[in-house]
């Protein structure tokens, strides 16, 4: 195994390996990555850190600390996919590291070490962190939250042993938790502040039945709850004061009740699912570590229903009621995406390091009610090297059928796969010969690898055939002399493409460039819309879902038509539409 003061350079590089390289590479994907972005750049034009925007109008779905990033990464790395996704990748090389710390206060210096690796090389890890979204900057300072409360508990072991009485936590600790949840609250809203505490005092409750003499309730006194909650008002509410009374009220109304309690109550915007969806979540979330996630939580039950003393009890407590409030707190609201449970996963992943650890070590709680624990110890991982060579030729096979229709020229991307497939392949052979710690650093070398080449090289391969930047690069007045409108919906990543360069008309001055916070991309609702923006300029366009564009057929002026195709990775494109003044269609992509 790595020296133990190699620890956090071993964990910093496999993070920045995953999320650093190519960082600006694939285009901004989805609508979150460019609406956030967008926004941020309204906000830098304008020189408005209070008020968010998008396309002209108040933006209500998120506060703006993660706009906040985005704005100083445009200052160093410029206006593009590199300054928007800059500050949450460094944040969440920063929750890695968190995470290792974490694990060594609270297991083993080798378990925090695999499990600051499980966090830094698995999938979701490469997905969230390389997003320009708000999830990275919540999982950051919800991390730090329990980071902070973590080091309470690992000093009242220290003192007391596993058997430690009541966790009291001291003033600066109890402030500092609070600024973290205040900070999580700028990121993403009141979840920022109510999971944490949720966890918290569900772990002080548990944590009363292995404490003789002691109740709940001076458990969760010892919390000091209004400390915290006093220290994340002072940190979030200034800022949601003062958009409040900028906005009359209109964006604080909006994203609570709309945002928060709208989300929560109902799905919204078609994401639902049942209660399985988030453990089927998590399972893709932390491949390739996943194979033994089965095994994990199964390792981590034994521990906490073992009769026995036990020193990881108590740090398994904090993580398993970390891990419940998130997971449990999200399965019960209406909207789920992927994402809002990324804040779990330093729990997950600490867990995780501390089976492997103990694999190692040959401590076999998992299967501790077989006859032979060794040997079903080791059935069980020999079954982990099985699932991984499975996933590898999924990947091999996968990966060039979606560059097919995708990304053509590109299948050779399916190489990606003989990775895991390899390291299973090895990892067998080492566990074989007796070779424990080797089989482990193979996983962790497969799941740096695996994660980065598809991350950093199948995502730029895939977005560079697809989407709005490939037809912004091609545009042949790149300064904003067309004037654009999108029929029933804008999508933001014309939004954000079009706003990278900052030259746009002002047609109401008879068509002189001037200095705007973004353009306007103008939303139509009706065929007639379409036929009057298509007849009020020469260079006027029109951006239509091909889905939506027999709606408008017969409306189109004769003088106009499809002057580009623009793919996407879902079953339908994006259709141009505008007069033609070139002698050679310059917008014309992908026909």
């Not at 133990?4 to 901004?28: D, E, I, K, S, W």
């Not at 998130?326 to 804040?343: D, E, H, N, Q, R």
């Not at 493409?497 to 916070?517: C, H, I, K, N």
């Not at 007639?528 to 889905?547: K, N, Q």
Request: proline share 6%; aromatic share 8%; hydrophobic share 50%.
């Amino acid at each position: 195994m790595v020296q133990a003061r190699f620890h956090a350079l071993v964990v910093a590089t496999c993070a920045a390996l995953v999320l650093l390289t190519n960082l600006g590479g694939p285009a901004l994907w989805d609508d979150d990555e460019p609406k956030n972005a967008a926004c941020s750049l309204a906000m830098l034009d304008a020189n408005d850190w209070v008020v968010p925007t998008f396309n002209g109008r108040l933006r209500i779905e998120k506060p703006p600390l993660a706009n906040w990033l985005q704005i100083a990464g445009y200052t160093v790395c410029g206006r593009n996919e590199t300054g928007a996704r800059i500050g949450s990748a460094l944040l969440t090389i920063g929750t890695c590291l968190l995470t290792w710390r974490m694990g060594c206060l609270l297991l083993s210096p080798s378990a925090g070490l695999l499990g600051g690796l499980v966090m830094a090389t698995c999938i979701w890890t490469a997905v969230g962190g390389r997003a320009a979204t708000p999830d990275a900057p919540l999982l950051f300072c919800t991390a730090l939250a329990f980071f902070l409360f973590a080091r309470e508990v690992s000093a009242a072991r220290a003192t007391a042993g596993a058997t430690a009485g009541p966790i009291r936590l001291s003033t600066q600790a109890a402030c500092g938790i609070g600024a973290a949840c205040g900070a999580a609250v700028l990121a993403k809203g009141p979840v920022g502040v109510v999971l944490p505490l949720a966890a918290f005092t569900l772990f002080a409750c548990w944590n009363t039945s292995g404490q003789s003499g002691s109740s709940w309730r001076v458990n969760v006194a010892g919390l000091r709850l209004p400390v915290i909650v006093a220290t994340t008002a002072a940190v979030a509410v200034p800022w949601y004061a003062w958009v409040s009374w900028r906005t009359d009220g209109e964006w604080l109304r909006g994203f609570l009740l709309v945002h928060n309690f709208g989300r929560f109550a109902a799905p919204m915007e078609g994401h639902s699912g049942s209660l399985l969806y988030y453990p089927m979540v998590i399972a893709i979330g932390l491949f390739p570590w996943s194979i033994v996630l089965l095994a994990m939580l199964a390792h981590a039950i034994g521990i906490l229903r073992s009769p026995q003393d036990d020193d990881r009890k108590m740090p398994l407590r904090l993580l398993a009621a970390w891990s419940l409030a998130w997971i449990g707190g999200f399965s019960c609201a209406g909207t789920k995406l992927p994402g809002y449970v990324w804040p779990a996963y330093p729990a997950l992943a600490m867990l995780t390091g501390l089976f492997l650890d103990d694999w190692v070590r040959g401590r076999a709680d998992c299967v501790r009610w077989c006859r032979d624990p060794d040997r079903a110890l080791g059935l069980v991982m020999r079954v982990a090297w099985s699932w991984l060579a499975a996933l590898g030729v999924a990947l091999v096979v996968a990966l060039p059928l979606a560059a097919a229709f995708h990304a053509p020229g590109n299948e050779w991307l399916g190489l990606i796969g003989l990775v895991p497939l390899s390291a299973a392949v090895w990892a067998w052979r080492c566990q074989t010969a007796g070779q424990a710690p080797r089989a482990l650093a193979t996983l962790a070398v497969c799941a740096c690898l695996t994660i980065t080449l598809m991350a950093a090289l199948a995502a730029d391969r895939f977005s560079r055939s697809t989407g709005m930047r490939s037809f912004a690069a091609v545009l042949e007045h790149p300064d904003g002399s067309c004037t654009w409108a999108c029929f029933w919906n804008v999508p933001p990543s014309l939004v954000f493409y079009l706003s990278v360069d900052q030259t746009l008309p002002d047609f109401s001055s008879g068509g002189e460039s001037l200095q705007a916070a973004s353009p306007r991309v103008t939303k139509l609702d009706t065929a007639e819309d379409v036929a009057r923006h298509l007849s009020s300029h020469p260079r006027a366009r029109l951006l239509i879902d091909s889905r939506h564009l027999k709606l408008v057929t017969a409306a189109i002026p004769a003088h106009c038509g499809v002057l580009a195709r623009i793919p996407t990775l879902a079953d339908h494109h994006y259709v141009v539409i505008g007069a033609d003044l070139s002698p050679a269609p310059p917008l014309a992509i992908n026909d």
